[in-house]
């Protein structure tokens, strides 16, 4: 065993974060080889140290697709490469009933309403204002829209949204047409619009470095945000990418985003995108349910494609060792396959 990764990972149980050095050092090793196995298995101990081994199910609903502006070469809706060509934009029965779907049980932390980068913003207050009165108090709302100015978030704040998703993407202004400096915009006007705001290393793909993964770890340490997520980038048919990163690899650096927040207080939720068991046995805690629209999928709905719902993201944090759910209000949930059952039979 590497002497320096020994010493980084017994500081790190001892509640001291690594370094920024100590984070390129640690993505360093091969994703198999026993270091990683390693600091896998400290990053995963201390992640459910700190939350009492308990995880999160985040939902998504995609409300409408059509060939984007935006035209990230990585997403299936990029305007230059899309086979979607119509329109589709859910309708309020729809809206209203997949929002149902995903917070019937009351244990959903929170629910996203994505839209393309350009959105007709009364269409989205209306959609958010059905989501406020059909999920219960404690599932918390978030965007995930495009570069937005902060009079805007003050009308979706008001209109009930509790959270932004909003990231400066891997090649941010590179493989996207937008400059990281517009997304870091937006971050600061849904701030000033007192909207809390979660963060997301992604889409991480085969070219990206130590240097480059970890200069985002650092930025989301300094960011203040609520969650610290991972995602690799997804080889969607269509797009110019088509490697992909293993989910071995992709737990490595889950492992060293862990170890890294360590740094905050209170340390951060940290999903893991698409989950697999690998990660949630190596610091990630939170899962995302899918419907509707989806850029890593071809098919329109992607609760017939790549998406899972809720209680397939429950089950598999039970699988995962997970002891309790949190709700969006802090309460924790025993998961235990009773509760699952009984959430089953909910409708
Ligand atoms: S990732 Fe978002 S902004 Fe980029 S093309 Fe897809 S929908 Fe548009």
């Known amino acids: 065993m590497d002497k320096r990764v020994t010493e980084i990972l017994h500081r790190a149980l001892e509640d001291t974060a690594p370094s920024r050095e100590d984070c390129i050092y640690l993505l ?40 984007c502006e935006a035209d990230c070469t990585f997403c299936s809706f990029g305007k230059s490469h899309t086979g979607f ?10 809206i209203r009933q997949k929002v149902h779907d995903f917070t019937k049980d009351g244990d959903l932390y929170c629910l996203w309403l994505m839209t393309m980068a350009d959105f007709d913003l009364d269409y989205y207050l209306r959609a958010l204002r059905i989501a406020r009165e059909t999920a219960p108090p404690q599932t918390l709302l978030y965007t995930n829209i495009g570069d937005t100015d902060y009079e805007t978030f003050v009308k979706i704040r008001d209109a009930g949204a509790d959270g932004a998703y909003h990231v400066v993407r891997l090649g941010e202004g590179v493989y996207t047409t937008i400059s990281p400096e517009r997304r870091r915009q937006t971050i600061e006007n849904a701030r000033r619009a007192g909207l809390k705001l979660q963060d ?7 070219e990206h470095t130590p240097e480059e993964l970890v200069d985002h770890i650092f930025q989301t340490i300094e960011g203040g945000f609520d969650t610290a997520g991972v995602m690799k980038r997804t080889p969607v048919p269509g797009t110019c990418f088509t490697d992909e990163i293993t989910n071995l690899r992709m737990a490595q650096i889950v492992a060293v985003n862990a170890l890294a927040v360590i740094a905050l207080d209170p340390y951060p939720w940290l999903p ?7 990660s949630l046995a190596s610091g990630a805690n939170s899962i995302c349910a899918e419907t509707g629209v989806n850029p890593r999928d ?3 709905d992607t609760s017939t494609g790549r ?18 759910v949190a709700r969006g209000d802090g309460i924790r949930v ?10 089953d039979a909910n409708v």
């Open 28 to 67: 360093g090793f091969d994703s198999a080889s026993p270091e990683a196995t390693f600091m896998r298995g400290v990053a995963n101990d201390i992640a459910r140290r700190k939350t009492g081994n308990t995880g999160l199910i985040f939902g998504q609903v995609g409300l409408e697709l059509f060939p």
């Open 85 to 94: 060509t119509g329109k589709i934009t859910l309708d309020e029965d729809t």
């Open 200 to 206: 997301c290393l992604e889409p991480i793909g085969t």
């Open 272 to 278: 893991v995108h698409e989950a697999d068991p690998i």
């Open 298 to 300: 071809t098919e329109a």
């Open 307 to 324: 998406g899972q719902d809720v209680s397939a993201c429950r089950n598999i944090l039970w699988q995962a060792g997970f002891e309790y």
């Open 334 to 343: 025993a998961l235990t396959p009773e509760y699952m059952a009984q959430c």
